[in-house]
């Protein structure tokens, strides 16, 4: 096999999906994605219930500066909190022109995407599909299967993240289990149908 030179080491990765052991994971908890979630009983429940592992991202920064790419690995869990998938706080890039392109590796996902004109659409991620997320674009990632979702997600290096802006008003749609199916709504439907119940 080729061997890599070690000042050249950052500019290769070799993955095992299935041992990802030697990686440095951040964590999120569901404790973390306060107010993202659409029914505050089953979030408080979950909390409750555990405080599960939400999703852990390896961040790989190779090179800074002008016309650089970082990107990471994510690997969303698998569940629900009440009917809505486990998801990822979401977030824009603070320097909103920035785009992102995620590659999905594994598992049935959908993203949610949110342009700063409010255009808001939800798109699938999965095993073999790329979602191109476009700069001014706010995106959030849900597993709506039964094994974790893997995904990379390449961006510039200046790109930044800004979780306030999306944090303050949330996304305009969610994702939920309805008979089986994984359904794209409107929040405030989704809230009624709660209040319904
Ligand atoms: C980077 C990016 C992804 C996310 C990851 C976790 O710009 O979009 O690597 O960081 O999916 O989601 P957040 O960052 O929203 O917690
Ligand atoms: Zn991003």
Redesign the pocket.
Known sequence: MLEIPSHLKSLFVQFDLDSLDGLKFSE?RLSDLANCFADPNAYAKAIADGNPLL?R?ASFEPRNGDGQLHY?L?ILEAGKVGAEYYL????L?SYRPAA?VYLGLRGEGMMLLEEENGEAYALPLRANSVVYVPGHTA???MNTGSEPLVYI?V?PSN?G?D?GTIAERNFQQVVVEVNGAAVVMKRDVYLKSLEAK
């Open positions: 999120r999703y991202v990471g994510g990822t706080k979401g977030h890039h992102e995106h959030r990632t997600g961006y790109a993240h979780y």
